[in-house]
């Protein structure tokens, strides 16, 4: 049983890091854009950022936490979306505060501050996620496919 708990985790855990990915090349792109357009990288950093959330926020209700979900029919849930939003607001306000101090303080190059600052982020996104945003209302069995709602 705890070897299929590791399993199911880990497949999880890949499956995150997959909508990651897309996430991240979607964050990237428009920040690069922006940027690259003369967009203080303050502003660049917010805009790219909340693009690649919205993309992350309907990629891991629909593959990657689907089974925690309360919902298995896909019903919306405010509650879901807005301890979403409290998570990535945080995560992006830490993601700013990180590349001013590698950009400003440290003087490394934006777009290598970027590329580190979402190292971090990642890791902090899949941990409030799992054990936040996507969790199952306890007393709801592993197996029960209805909802409430």
Request: proline share 1%.
């Amino acid at each position: 049983m705890a070897e299929f708990k590791r399993r199911a985790d880990l497949i999880q855990f890949l499956k995150f890091n997959a909508v990651g990915v897309l996430n991240t090349i979607v964050d990237f792109a428009v920040f690069t854009v922006l940027n690259s357009l003369g967009l203080f990288y303050t502003a660049a950093q917010v805009l790219s950022y909340s693009a690649g959330t919205a993309n992350s926020f309907i990629w891991n209700k629909k593959i990657t936490f689907r089974d925690q979900e309360s919902s298995r029919n896909d019903r919306f849930d405010r509650g879901q979306l807005l301890r979403f939003i409290i998570l990535n607001l945080c995560v992006m306000g830490l993601s700013l505060v990180l590349i001013r101090l590698l950009t400003d303080t440290l003087g490394i190059q934006v777009l290598l501050s970027k590329a580190a600052v979402t190292f971090i982020t990642v890791i902090i996104n899949f941990f409030g996620s799992r054990k936040w945003v996507f969790v199952k209302p306890k007393g709801t069995p592993v197996g029960d496919r209805t909802s409430s709602q």
